[in-house]
């Protein structure tokens, strides 16, 4: 039966299809128009039935006033042998009626659900897996278009006792689809506890979450293997991946994690899958002896004759024959010389294809451990288990804060991204973005360490009374550290203040990485240090002692002791060191020179500011040395009549119409900017002058 333009409507009954002992039907839905269904569709319902709906075009609706369903295959109890299919190549189909209507896929039958295009938009559950073994079998491939369940319903995988049932996002050899789901409780692989089989298979595309991919508590056999597909957060603050997951298993293809500008977590450990999967050329194998008259793909059971296990597979089908098993999980501890047997159950096939043996060459077989993880997407993923594979981890956006062990892999955290946590582990780590130990105050372990240029290690201040690790800020245990900055592309140390306690001016050595073997490539002109918000007005610097990376703070101080007496103490030949003499006769006292970061026994006014004027007014420019700060007020006057001046206080970091650019352009100076209207000029002329006092 085909449905070509037009409008179809079964009033307030059911569409079945294939009702009658071995009976067949196929409805093809290939018109442009509106297809309305008031009632449930059962495809396959009857013994040994099949049936199929295979859709191109046109928007098809399912569901009338009460609370119904798209049942493939079944949809009444025990059905012996009973096969459903739908196929949905193009336009769209909707499970919304008159109210809310769901898919169940294998309802105490056979069923299969293949989406290669189009939209679907299920407005209840979405579950595959029924009554009894062979009896409720389901599996939902989506290799194109667009699918969406309403956020108040799910997806789940082994609904009912003792029924199997498999989702597969893609295959080995391609597809590429958009699955969405925004169910807060999440994804249910595994959703009945009863001996229930479920596997989740993400190869390429996309699945949303609202929730987190999980397991009902029972006896469930669950899998979850990554191959390629992207899992992506949803909404804010969520989970993605339960702890009552055994683990995710991460094959070749790997995974990737978009937080998509949302914070989640992962509680359970991904982890590399052993030894070797199957990965034919293709991501398939051609069946020789497909039978015939299949009217839609049937199942597919993989066995391996060696100690493989966990492969899958879904059929192709053309001219009514398999064509190829097109592989959805690779399995693990796959062998040359083993043999795949695959099984084929359903379809309506007028000649059902035989049992398929292929066996195994070396070609056909790859490294599963060698897929990765990257994390994409602005926000934080945080990952509460273990990271435990060979491919690389590559954090290309957003923060990762993982607080289990990395082993096995390399990091790369580009520009831009953070890596985060309290990690232990021996993996090496490049950093080309942001390192920040711990979650507040912190430790982690690493392998070897790049800190390339550019790059920033966030520090978080602790207890300044107990400089400690784990107390006093942020420590680091690594194999090695390679410190690759330039001075045009210099290390940044950010120091965050936030946790701050107990300070006083008074100096600290900070050992922030411990280095097995040794640091290289640090020097004086390679780093720098930003303290915004530190309370102090002292001096930083940077050095590696040892094995050690050690951060010193020597204390600021005013013109009585420490600052000012210990800045002209070290220019010996100094005639007069009064604060307001000037021994070097260029009009610049040596308070002045203090803050300016001058010589006071060299002439030199260039110090002084300088003026630049602008369409929109003018910018007054000097540098100062920053611990001045500590003993002295500074104020900048400006005037159009040398009379009346008008004065604006310069503070220790950016406010109003100053701007303060730290350790610029060398550590412990700040570029100081004191940016003017046009209308300050109120004849066409402004004068400006630094006026610098001592508190003491």
């Known amino acids: 039966m085909t449905l070509a333009e037009g409008s179809s409507s079964t009033g307030n009954g059911n569409l079945v299809l294939a009702d009658p002992v071995n009976s067949r039907a196929v409805l093809n839905i290939d018109g442009s128009g509106e ?40 949809g009444v109890a025990n059905p012996s042998g009973s096969y459903g299919a739908y196929i949905l190549s193009g336009g769209t ?141 949803g909404l ?16 070749k293809g790997g995974l990737t994690i978009d937080t998509a500008g949302n914070n989640a977590t992962a509680a359970a450990g991904i982890v590399a ?8 050329a293709g991501g398939a194998f051609a069946v020789a002896n497909g039978g015939a008259g299949y009217l839609a793909p049937p199942l597919v059971t993989v066995f391996s004759s060696g100690g493989g296990y966990g492969i899958t597979a879904i059929a192709e089908v053309a001219n009514g024959a398999v064509t190829r098993a097109l592989i959805t999980s690779p399995g693990q501890l796959n062998q040359a010389g083993d043999s795949l047997t695959f099984f084929f159950n359903g379809g309506g096939a007028t000649t059902p294809a035989p049992e398929f043996v292929q066996p195994l060459a070396a070609a056909d077989l790859a490294p599963n451990a060698t897929g990765g993880l990257t994390k994409t997407g602005a926000g934080r993923l945080t990952v509460n288990a273990n990271l435990t594979y060979t491919g690389a981890t590559g954090i290309l956006e957003g923060e990762l804060e993982s607080n289990g062990t990395i082993e096995g892999t390399s990091v790369t955290v580009a520009p831009g991204a953070t890596l985060t946590g309290n990690i232990g582990g021996t993996a090496p780590v490049r950093v080309e973005g942001t390192l920040a130990p711990g979650s507040g105050l912190g430790h982690i372990e690493l392998g070897g360490l790049t800190l390339a240029t550019g790059s920033t290690l966030a520090i978080d201040l602790g207890d300044w009374s107990q400089p400690g690790p784990g107390t006093g800020h942020d420590t680091a245990t690594v194999a090695s550290l390679a410190v690759q900055a330039t001075a045009a592309s210099k290390l940044r140390l950010s120091l965050d203040s936030t946790l701050l306690a107990n300070f006083s001016e008074t100096a600290r050595s900070l050992t922030l990485v411990t280095a097995t073997s040794g640091i290289t490539g640090l020097d004086s002109g390679n780093w720098q240090v930003e303290a915004p918000g530190f309370p102090g007005t002292g001096t930083w610097s ?134 003017l209207p046009a209308s300050a000029a109120a004849d066409g002329r402004l004068f400006g002058r630094l006026r610098v006092t001592s508190r003491n």
């Open 273 to 280: 899958a052993e030894g070797f999967g199957v990965y034919p």
């Open 35 to 74: 297809y309305n269904f008031s009632g449930s569709v059962r495809v396959g319902r009857g013994d040994l039935s099949a049936a199929a709906i295979v859709q191109t075009e046109g928007t098809v609706t399912v569901g009338g006033s009460g609370v119904e369903y798209l049942q493939l295959g079944g």
């Open 542 to 675: 940077l050095s590696a002692s040892g094995s050690s990376l050690v951060l010193a703070y020597t204390p600021g101080g005013g013109t009585g002791g420490g600052g000012y007496t210990s800045w002209a103490a070290a220019f010996p030949g100094l005639t007069d060191s009064a604060p307001g003499a000037d021994p070097d006769r260029d009009g610049v006292s040596n308070l002045l020179e203090y803050a300016l970061n001058g010589n006071p026994t060299q002439a030199n006014t260039d110090l002084l500011p300088a003026v630049a004027v602008t369409p929109a007014g003018f910018k007054f420019t000097f540098t100062r040395l920053r611990a001045s700060t500590a003993g002295t007020d500074q104020v900048f006057e400006y005037s159009s009549t040398l009379g009346a001046w008008t004065a604006a206080a310069i503070p220790t970091a950016s406010g109003g119409n100053v701007t303060i650019t730290p350790n610029t352009p060398a550590q412990g100076l700040d570029s100081v900017r004191i940016t």
């Open 93 to 233: 189909l909707n499970t919304s009626g008159g109210g809310p209507s769901g898919i169940r896929v294998g309802d105490f039958g056979n069923g299969v659900l293949l989406q290669t295009g189009g939209v679907l938009n299920c407005a209840r559950w979405f579950a595959l897996g029924g009554n009894g073994g062979s009896l409720g079998d389901g599996v939902a491939s989506f290799l194109g278009g667009e699918a969406t369940v309403a956020a108040g319903y799910r997806i789940l995988l082994g609904d009912r006792p003792n029924s199997t049932s498999m989702v597969n996002l893609g295959t080995l050899a391609g597809g590429d689809a958009s699955v969405t789901t925004l169910n807060t409780t999440g994804l249910a692989v595994g959703a009945n506890g009863s001996a229930a089989s479920a596997d989740l298979n993400l190869n390429a595309g996309v699945l949303t979450l609202g929730g987190p991919l999980f397991r009902a508590a029972g006896g469930a056999v669950t899998a979850v293997n990554a191959n390629g597909a992207t899992l992506r957060a």
């Open 236 to 251: 804010p603050d969520i989970s993605l991946l339960s702890d009552t997951l055994t683990q995710v298993n991460l094959y």
